[in-house]
């Protein structure tokens, strides 16, 4: 069970602050002052416990406390089928009924409504004053927004796996602009109470890393918040590629990571893993990552922060060999930092020297279960290897990988651990605070043995700490870690008020 704060523990507070013992101390301990420990409110960890069982309640909660970061979300699938279907619509597409995907055809080959949605049906399909009777309308939105999204996929004969990837293609040609990706990414972040993402995407320009600041901030005026959200950079490159492209792009990458004006701080790999390209270029791929990290470290001083996606894998769509040493290896020799998705953990060879190994270096594993779920059919507290993570002491950050394609976000993602997992408000909060600390965020953390429960003297010293030495990952667990004194101060009254 929890390591940071048992339920008997919780138990043992809430008696003993209801039988007046600890009253003048604990009551409300989360902003007693001085030396008494500023502990998690154990009112609000019972209330978490009291409404864990039921979704609606437990995403009321979960959607109003603060989450810190995110650090494995793909900006361009962060969008959403309808907004994909509204740029269609306004680009000219016409939908390929058959094809499932967004074309430009003559007027001639339109003709045949079993094949095509005309363009002037999809325009018509996304008006506020739609002429399309009711019932083809619905016929309309519903085929293309589960086309070009994992909406109702469970519902259909598909394979999540399949339908996920073939998202890319058919979307086609239609074109998102970048600022309403980051509007809608902005927006849907504060509204969240997240302060801190690791984007993958390639920024490419300073003058472009600061028109997507200045939409940031736009955001934050708009919506009237006090919210800081930081942003940084992942760069990508393409896993599912030959050995030349792969250089290419693996070097382009490098650059934008030693330019610090694109706040680009670490690199990942991505696409399908299992596809049969991706899974005969891994040695080579992994031997020029190791190539150019140790060049990095020769030349500059450190080596890369890599971020790899490896072991989102299963049984199902890879062979087995593969499964057993994609992660070992990704770290080992690709010098992982942190490992996206790390599914197929429990076939890795010497698992338990591998979990050691991760534990001691601090590499961490950023957990996606909507997109695990959608794509490896990895669901729930059996299938998912969180706990082996989780037990084991290795790092761990819950993060949305896609969110619009999945339709989930943040919140949905905590939701999904806590019940599959049974997780306590304590454990919560602690991931909470591991997505800054396992972050790229420059400097040192204030938490030592993720003990997250300071008192005021012990949080105002590393604050003072934090801010004096520069360390960006120490502000931001300030940051957080005051938000939550604020989160847990407002649930509190709540509880009361409501006598929950
Ligand atoms: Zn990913």
């Not at 919140?411 to 651990?417: F, R």
Request: negative net charge; proline residues 2%; contains cysteine.
């Amino acid at each position: 069970m929890s390591k940071f704060f048992t339920r008997n523990k919780v138990k043992k507070i809430i008696l003993l602050v209801a039988s007046g013992v600890l009253m003048s101390s604990i009551a409300l301990p989360a902003f007693a002052a001085g030396n008494v420990r500023e502990n998690t409110s154990p009112i609000v960890a019972d209330y978490f416990e009291k409404v864990k069982a039921n979704n609606t309640e437990l995403i009321a909660f979960l959607h109003e406390m603060p989450k810190g970061g995110d650090l494995h979300s793909h900006a361009s699938a962060t969008i959403e089928a309808e907004a994909v279907l509204e740029y269609a619509a306004e680009q000219g597409f016409d939908f390929d009924r058959k094809a499932l995907t967004f074309v430009k055809k003559t007027p001639a080959e339109q003709s045949d409504s079993a094949i095509y949605f005309t363009n002037a049906t999809l325009k018509s399909a996304v008006s506020a004053n739609s002429t399309l009777g009711t019932s083809f309308r619905e016929e309309v939105l519903s085929e293309i927004l589960e086309a070009v999204s994992m909406r109702n996929y469970k519902q259909r004969a598909v394979s999540g796996h399949d339908h996920f990837f073939q998202y890319f293609f058919r979307t086609g040609d239609v074109t998102i602009p970048d600022p309403e990706i980051y509007r809608r990414l902005f927006t849907r972040a504060i509204k969240e109470n997240i302060g801190y993402l690791e984007l993958m995407t390639n920024m490419k320009t300073k003058a472009d890393y600061d028109s997507v600041i200045k939409i940031k901030d736009d955001v934050i005026k708009s919506l009237n918040s006090t919210r800081k959200l930081d942003v940084n950079f992942i760069a990508t490159i393409n896993r599912n590629a030959d050995n030349a492209a792969f250089k290419a792009s693996l070097d382009k990458a490098i650059a934008l990571y030693d330019n610090p004006d694109t706040h680009t701080v670490g690199i990942t790999i991505l696409s399908a893993e299992d596809d049969l390209l991706s899974q005969k270029n891994f040695i080579a791929q992994m031997k020029m990552l190791d190539e150019a990290y140790n060049y990095h470290l020769k030349t500059q001083g450190t080596g890369i922060n890599f971020h790899l996606h490896a072991g989102e894998l299963t049984l199902d769509y890879s062979e087995y060999l593969a499964l057993t040493d994609r992660i070992s290896k990704s770290i080992d020799l690709g010098h992982a930092k942190i490992i996206g998705h790390g599914v197929s953990i429990a076939w890795n060879e010497q698992v338990y020297e591998l979990l050691k190994k991760m534990r001691d270096d601090k590499i961490g594993v950023t957990v996606c279960p909507s997109s695990s779920e959608a794509i490896l059919g990895v669901s729930g507290g059996d299938t998912h290897p969180f706990k082996l993570y989780w037990n084991a002491d290795v790092p761990v950050a819950i993060a949305t990988d896609d969110e619009g394609l999945s339709r989930s976000n943040l919140t949905n993602e905590y939701a999904k651990i806590a019940k599959w997992f049974n997780l306590e408000y304590g454990e919560i909060k602690w991931l909470a605070f591991n997505s800054i600390e396992m972050s790229f965020l420059k400097g040192k953390g204030i938490f030592k043995d993720k003990n997250f429960n300071l008192t005021a003297d012990e949080f105002k010293a590393a604050k003072s700490l934090a801010i004096s030495s520069g360390s960006a990952k120490g502000i931001k667990e300030c940051e957080v870690y005051e938000e939550y004194l604020t989160f847990e101060k407002k649930m509190e009254s709540y509880i009361y008020d409501f006598n929950w």
